[in-house]
């Protein structure tokens, strides 16, 4: 693609709303709009409403549609001779304590050239970006490319409504080209679109061995620990390097993709001085995370210590978080690892496994034209750098809903999300450049694809 507009003048459209972005934001993370939570229908709904009105603002054709799991999702249109379905999501996930943050997580908060609060990044910045680069090439005379933003109320907790809706209203979410604004890029201010998505499913392991707590005193030593017993079954799924281990799955897959420096991963993931990154030397940082399976243990459930009594425990919980690299199937993983489980339980103790939250990998073509332009964009967008490709551990089942819907459309993920946003953690943010910068290269795509 030959670029046929004037780059900056699709830049200063965009830089000249830094204020207007910034109190879009603001207002938008003053919303506590994790969906599906009682104590939070309100604030859920004047997000959705928020979103709303910002649409009616650029002259979309909108309309809010009730999904099963009470997250509206929110769409606007605009008709034209290709059509090109911008996503994001409003909801966020819980902010959790707020003595963790180190300011209040519902207040938009500058320090050092970044902004602050629950879901300045993920993924109200990459709403207010999408907002900004349509309001650019509006003033800029607009495109004859369609329009179609598609809002989502409860990406963080699933999706299943918005899953449900493309199953029963297709028409509303056709289209030739759909932007996933919703991963980032490799590092603050490279280009990057991602390429891979793993799968994923959660399963909750429990462990029964006592028909109740028994006293430590008289039966501790020969009563068999549920926790114990629990604790020695989690060790399994690692070897001594800390690398997943699951009988009969190959864990060993190498990433051919752009490399993830260790000194980049360790700063980006918060490694505590002295603390080794898992593997050998000869594993890296991007295999690790993009191209193999992963198990974490999100969770875990016997007698907290503020409660604990001189008693063996008789039952132990864990929730295991489990991530598919593209080329594997989830279910078939999945059945995996149940069998290593139940294979490797010690003493005889009684397991349970349920599985739940399921869904596939995602692998995205990069060839198509589409595509192959909004990497043109970006590097523009970024001063001529590059545009690289990565995968990301995160997953967002709705990619492969759209493309099952939608075959012949080209799908790209791209967004504001770089390692620093520490999104899902205290202390969240965004940098208010990269919503700029991927705001202008939106911008110059839907300006120059559409001449």
């Given at each position: 693609m030959?670029?046929?507009?004037?780059?900056?003048?699709?830049?200063?459209?965009?830089?000249?709303?830094?204020?207007?972005?910034?109190?879009?934001?603001?207002?938008?993370v003053?919303?506590?709009?994790?969906?599906?939570?009682?104590?939070?229908?309100?604030?859920?709904a004047?997000?959705?409403?928020?979103?709303?009105?910002?649409?009616?603002?650029?002259?979309?054709?909108?309309?809010?549609?009730?999904?099963?799991?009470?997250?509206?999702?929110?769409?606007?249109?605009?008709?034209?001779?290709?059509?090109?379905l911008?996503?994001?999501?409003?909801?966020?996930?819980?902010a959790?304590?707020?003595?963790?943050?180190?300011?209040?997580?519902?207040?938009?908060?500058?320090r050092n050239?970044?902004?602050?609060?629950?879901?300045?990044?993920?993924c109200?910045?990459?709403?207010?970006?999408?907002?900004?680069?349509?309001?650019?090439?509006a003033?800029?005379?607009?495109?004859e490319?369609?329009?179609r933003?598609?809002?989502?109320?409860?990406?963080e907790?699933?999706?299943?409504?918005l899953?449900?809706?493309?199953?029963?209203?297709?028409e509303?979410?056709?289209?030739?080209?759909?932007?996933?604004?919703?991963?980032?890029?490799?590092?603050?201010?490279?280009?990057?679109?991602?390429?891979?998505?793993?799968g994923?499913?959660?399963?909750?392991?429990?462990?029964d061995?006592?028909?109740?707590?028994?006293?430590?005193?008289?039966?501790?030593?020969a009563?068999?620990?549920?926790?114990?017993?629990?604790i020695r079954?989690?060790?399994?799924?690692?070897?001594?390097?800390?690398?997943?281990?699951?009988?009969?799955?190959?864990c060993?897959?190498?990433?051919?993709?752009?490399?993830?420096?260790?000194?980049?991963?360790?700063?980006?993931?918060?490694?505590?001085?002295?603390?080794?990154i898992?593997g050998?030397?000869?594993?890296?940082?991007?295999?690790?995370?993009?191209?193999?399976?992963?198990?974490?243990?999100?969770?875990?459930?016997?007698?907290?210590?503020?409660?604990?009594?001189?008693?063996?425990?008789?039952?132990?919980?864990?929730?295991?978080n489990?991530?598919?690299?593209p080329g594997?199937n989830?279910?078939?993983?999945?059945?995996?690892?149940?069998?290593?489980?139940?294979?490797?339980?010690?003493?005889?103790?009684h397991?349970?496994?349920?599985?739940?939250?399921?869904f596939?990998?995602?692998?995205?073509?990069?060839?198509?034209?589409?595509v192959?332009?909004?990497?043109?964009?970006?590097s523009?967008?970024?001063?001529?750098k590059?545009?690289?490709t990565?995968?990301?551990?995160?997953?967002?089942?709705?990619?492969?809903?759209?493309?099952?819907?939608?075959?012949?459309?080209e799908?790209?993920?791209?967004?504001?999300?770089?390692?620093?946003?520490?999104?899902?953690?205290?202390?969240?943010?965004?940098?208010?450049?990269?919503?700029?910068?991927?705001?202008?290269?939106e911008?110059?795509?839907?300006?120059?694809?559409?001449?």
């Amino acid at each position: 693609m030959s670029l046929k507009i004037d780059v900056a003048a699709v830049r200063a459209a965009v830089e000249k709303q830094r204020e207007q972005i910034q109190q879009d934001l603001t207002e938008l993370v003053s919303f506590n709009s994790v969906s599906n939570e009682l104590a939070c229908e309100s604030e859920h709904a004047a997000a959705a409403q928020w979103v709303v009105t910002a649409l009616e603002k650029l002259g979309l054709d909108v309309e809010k549609h009730e999904t099963s799991d009470s997250a509206p999702t929110i769409i606007g249109n605009r008709p034209g001779k290709q059509t090109v379905l911008l996503y994001s999501h409003y909801d966020v996930v819980p902010a959790g304590d707020p003595n963790t943050w180190d300011s209040d997580p519902f207040t938009l908060t500058e320090r050092n050239g970044r902004w602050y609060g629950r879901g300045t990044a993920d993924c109200k910045g990459n709403l207010v970006m999408h907002l900004a680069a349509l309001r650019a090439i509006a003033e800029l005379g607009g495109t004859e490319l369609g329009i179609r933003v598609v809002i989502e109320g409860s990406e963080e907790r699933g999706g299943e409504g918005l899953e449900e809706l493309i199953a029963t209203r297709p028409e509303l979410f056709a289209a030739d080209i759909i932007f996933i604004a919703d991963t980032g890029n490799v590092t603050l201010g490279v280009p990057t679109l991602t390429t891979t998505l793993r799968g994923g499913a959660q399963i909750d392991v429990r462990i029964d061995t006592l028909q109740a707590p028994v006293h430590s005193g008289g039966f501790g030593g020969a009563a068999p620990d549920a926790t114990a017993a629990l604790i020695r079954l989690l060790d399994t799924l690692k070897d001594e390097y800390g690398r997943t281990r699951i009988d009969g799955v190959d864990c060993t897959s190498v990433w051919e993709g752009e490399e993830y420096p260790v000194a980049n991963f360790r700063a980006d993931a918060g490694i505590l001085e002295g603390v080794e990154i898992m593997g050998t030397d000869a594993d890296h940082p991007a295999d690790m995370v993009w191209a193999r399976p992963a198990i974490s243990i999100t969770g875990f459930t016997s007698t907290p210590v503020a409660e604990a009594v001189n008693a063996v425990p008789a039952t132990a919980t864990a929730r295991l978080n489990l991530r598919v690299p593209p080329g594997m199937n989830t279910a078939d993983l999945v059945e995996a690892l149940i069998a290593h489980l139940q294979k490797h339980v010690p003493w005889g103790a009684h397991i349970e496994c349920t599985p739940f939250e399921m869904f596939d990998p995602f692998t995205a073509r990069i060839d198509g034209p589409a595509v192959q332009a909004l990497s043109e964009a970006l590097s523009a967008a970024y001063n001529g750098k590059p545009t690289v490709t990565v995968g990301t551990g995160g997953s967002i089942p709705l990619c492969t809903t759209l493309t099952n819907a939608f075959p012949n459309a080209e799908l790209a993920l791209f967004g504001v999300e770089e390692p620093l946003t520490t999104i899902h953690s205290p202390n969240e943010s965004v940098s208010p450049d990269e919503i700029i910068d991927i705001a202008v290269a939106e911008a110059i795509f839907l300006l120059n694809h559409g001449k």
